[in-house]
């Protein structure tokens, strides 16, 4: 069983890394989707800000690889398959992931500031900020939450990465550089044994 844990800037494009795994039979999970659930038997808004608080909650009260543990519980009940766990926000996550699967690895995609706001105007996804201000704030909280170590910590995510994909131009690019990931990633496995 591999596991693909994918982290990014937002607007970055990891949409693009999940889509090639995705057609290679990967099984997609997604932290956004565990929070949204919660979110919502709670009755309370599923906004970017609440759906981090919780993310943060979850790691404080239940331990930094909180998420990541409630993945890898669904992905052992079937090992014949390869898992993609989107998005990692924190660095004890992937520490996490790393001592708990034999055949993690983890991928970051990150793309200048100006090309991601860009990425996140035309997207117009509801929760995503309007403005550079906004977009300034959010993308300063995700890179690293200097109040909060269990919080957003992308950054540090982006130093960790096995693999780092700079998404900053065509999507055949982007999809070239996620290719040559996926033959390096099944060399590191043959010579594993």
């Known amino acids: ?25 990967f099984v997609y999970f997604e932290t956004s989707a565990i929070l949204k659930e919660i979110l919502a038997k709670e009755g309370k808004e599923i906004t970017r800000e609440n759906m981090q608080n919780l993310g943060d909650e979850l790691r404080r009260k239940e331990g930094i690889g909180a998420l990541m543990k409630i993945m890898l519980e669904k992905a052992l009940k079937d090992t014949s398959k390869n898992y993609i766990f989107d998005s990692l926000r924190n660095d004890g996550e992937a520490e996490f992931l790393r001592k708990n699967c034999d055949k993690f690895f983890l991928v970051a995609v990150d793309a200048p500031r100006e090309i991601r706001f860009k990425r996140i105007l035309a997207r117009n996804k509801q929760h995503d900020p309007k403005t550079w201000k906004e977009f300034l704030k959010v993308d300063e909280r995700d890179l690293h939450d200097k109040e909060n170590h269990l919080g957003q910590q992308t950054a540090k995510l982006l130093k960790m990465a096995d693999f780092v994909i700079i998404n900053d131009s065509s999507l055949d690019k982007a999809m070239k550089q996620v290719e040559e990931i996926w033959r390096k990633i099944h060399e590191k496995l043959s010579i594993k044994g």
Not at 7 to 21: D, Q, V
């Open 1 to 25: 069983m591999i596991i693909i844990g994918v982290a990014g800037t937002i607007g970055a494009g990891k949409e693009t890394l999940t889509s090639f795994f995705r057609n290679k039979g």
